[in-house]
């Protein structure tokens, strides 16, 4: 069973940081692309970030290049997201994504920017 399981998320002022963590199990993690995606109040599910089976080949939504960087530990089934310089505009729920015979997604795990 294809399970995704994202944590790390909370409240956080403008310009700090958080680490989302993404723990996948019952595919082969180390050879499948993986990717964050978030979705805003009102808005449209949109892609963040997306690395692939052997972490080589990264992709950024341009409002999170610079500041997100997105990284993968195959020894431990583990996609992560660090987000650095948080804006207001970072606020929503974030999803990590797989292909497996599909789209599989997490439950997702809400990040909010604010003071």
């Known amino acids: 069973q294809v399970k995704l399981v994202e944590s790390g998320g909370g409240l956080v002022q403008p310009g700090g940081s958080l680490r989302l963590s993404c723990a996948a199990a019952g595919f082969t993690f180390s050879s499948t692309p993986m990717s964050w995606y978030r979705q805003a109040p009102g808005k449209e599910r949109e892609l963040v970030a997306g690395i692939t089976s052997a972490g080589a080949g990264l992709t950024y939504a341009d409002s999170v290049k610079g500041r997100f960087t997105i990284s993968r530990d195959n020894a431990l089934n583990t996609l992560y997201l660090q987000m650095n310089s948080l804006k207001s505009d970072d606020t929503a729920v974030y999803y990590c994504?797989?292909?497996?015979?599909?789209?599989?997604w997490g439950q997702g795990t809400q990040v909010t920017v604010s003071s």
């Open positions: 994504r797989a292909w497996v015979n599909g789209v599989r």
